[in-house]
């Protein structure tokens, strides 16, 4: 039976795997709750971009203004209209992952002085993070599973836009907030901040549900102080010198990474730069991968991984395309002994970009070559991977970016090569460019936070398959269809129909009417339908655009 699933698999998908497979459908996995950092994010579609630079486009965000508000703070999260938008967003979008949480930082700016003693400030510091967790027992009591990730804030920058403006320093935006505190030192309100969250880290460290990323120098380390401060400490200091995540606690974040008014720097508040750079160490550090499938496995780094050409030149390197008359080709190796031993629903590389060289070979046509086992005589990479047939090969659907340096992009692999991806054996995949007339080289394996990945999804062969009627039993069309299925069934009468995803569950039971069925409101992707007539049940894959 599974050897003439996997024919049909192979027929269905040459067939048709330039439809749904390619498109590109809007999800939401994060919903975005929080303060005036949460506003600004929101406002300016952050997590989408940075979504897709990290080779998720398919993947949205939700907010709205009653849960991103401007000047919000914890207490502010405790009261009905918010958590009944909360609980609203939640419900309906039954896809979301992740609560991406920003707040806290008001109630700090708003009541915390450098007058005040070790103790008071312990008091407030608690006080603050009872609200805070109260508002995270509420996120986790609407859906249970729900991860929380607080994103914590970076070093604000107070004393040198207010001295910017002399003799006119109290008419600066942020004069009040920060004279209100009583005019702190970078050192002082620096402390602060790395107090308050490095406490969040030690709270919140055995709860499988709340995550966080401490990064309070990620500023400075982006962008260095390349020109002297306009106030002490006055110094310089070059780009990525500054160590994560505290980097100088004695500087403040640099001017360049703040929102820009014109006429002064914003002291808090990021800019669009800035922030798409923020969430982008978050996407680093926690989202790219929790946001995968059942399973991802990092390209082996060893001489298993590399690049071979059209001249048979072997490299370490991860190149693609073409250069000086000779083609390149990306060739992966990925441990897949330790998948569970079940059929595929999808699977997809991220490779990250690091140099382009000419015309990006990602924009035109691309091959993906699968096999179990090793392409060549060996599992090194050698110059006979070159022209390996592999057991399966096709168009990948691609998605993610291919527009700047350290961008990813997600290459889903064609329906035919998922049964040859198993734990029989190790994986080896190569990458061509047909006719490319530039090359692009990839981030090695070297860094795991930035190696080549093969993310897979999990499926289930579909059961009830009568192997010797299924391929006449019934016949149906269009195949893949938008909405509505015509179904023959040779003259028998069909008895029951039914409609089953990737996993097994059973999604629809659709109503036949003068043969046909509609399945518009399926999402788009690969299912089972399942016909049963007096001789028995057959079931044939569909597949839904």
């Known amino acids: 039976m599974k050897k003439t699933y996997l024919l049909l698999l192979v027929v269905l998908a040459t067939t048709f795997n330039t439809f749904s497979q390619c498109t590109e459908t809007s999800t939401p996995k994060i919903l975005l709750v929080g303060d005036s950092w949460a506003w600004f994010m929101s406002t300016q579609s952050i997590i989408n971009i940075e979504l897709k630079a990290w080779g998720h486009s398919d993947y949205t965000f939700v907010s709205d203004a009653i849960v991103a508000e401007n000047g919000a703070e914890t207490n502010d999260f405790l009261k009905a209209d918010k958590k009944a938008e909360i609980q609203s967003l939640l419900n309906a979008n039954p896809t979301i992952e992740v609560v991406h949480l920003s707040i806290g930082g008001n109630d700090f700016l708003g009541d915390w002085n450098i007058s005040m003693t070790p103790g008071q400030v312990d008091t407030l510091t608690s006080n603050v993070f009872t609200r805070l967790d109260s508002v995270i027992q509420f996120i986790k009591s609407c859906k249970p599973g729900i991860k929380v990730f607080w994103s914590g804030y970076v070093y604000p920058n107070f004393a040198e836009p207010i001295n910017d403006m002399a003799p006119f320093q109290t008419s600066q935006p942020f004069y009040g907030t920060w004279h209100g505190m009583g005019d702190p030192t970078f050192l002082q309100i620096n402390t602060l901040l790395n107090g308050i969250s490095l406490e969040f880290d030690s709270i919140y460290a055995n709860d499988p549900q709340v995550e966080s990323n401490i990064c309070t120098g990620l500023m400075q380390y982006l962008y260095g102080q390349t020109s002297p401060m306009s106030v002490p400490p006055s110094g310089t200091y070059a780009p990525f010198t500054q160590p994560l995540p505290f980097g100088d606690p004695n500087y403040p974040s640099p001017k360049t990474a703040m929102n820009d008014y014109g006429f002064t720097k914003d002291c ?127 168009a990948p659907c691609q998605f993610g970016s291919i527009a700047n340096n350290d961008d990813w992009v997600r290459l889903d692999l064609p329906v035919q090569a998922l049964p040859f991806i198993t734990n029989a054996a190790g994986t080896q995949i190569i990458i061509k460019a047909t006719g490319a007339t530039g090359k692009v080289d990839f981030y ?102």
């Open 268 to 394: 808090f508040h990021l800019s669009a730069n800035s922030y798409k750079a923020f969430f982008g160490y978050h996407m680093q550090k926690f989202y790219q991968k929790y946001l995968m499938d059942d399973l991802y496995l990092l390209s082996a780094n060893n001489s298993e991984t590399g690049t071979v050409s059209s001249q048979g030149n072997v490299a370490a390197s991860l190149s693609l395309g073409s250069a000086s008359g000779e083609d390149f080709a990306t060739v992966l190796s990925f441990n897949t002994t330790t998948m569970a031993d079940t059929t595929l629903a999808k699977a997809s590389l991220f490779i990250r970009r690091q140099s382009l060289t000419g015309t990006n070979p990602l924009s035109g046509a691309l091959e993906v070559t699968v096999k179990n086992g090793n392409l060549g005589t060996t599992a090194n990479v050698e110059a006979a991977d070159y022209t390996a047939t592999g057991d399966a090969s096709g």
């Open 444 to 545: 090695d394996s070297s860094n795991p936070e930035f190696a080549p990945i093969l993310n897979l999804k999990y499926g289930q062969t579909p059961s009830g398959i009568n192997e010797a009627t299924k391929e006449t039993a019934f016949t149906v069309y269009p195949n893949p269809t938008s909405g509505k299925l015509t179904i023959k069934a040779n003259g028998e009468n069909i008895r029951t129909l039914e409609i089953t995803n990737s996993l097994g569950q059973v999604v629809l039971h659709p109503t036949l009417l003068n043969n046909s069925i509609d399945i518009s409101t399926l999402a788009a992707g690969l299912y089972t339908l399942s016909v049963t007539t007096n001789n028995g049940t057959s079931s044939q894959l569909i597949l839904k655009n």
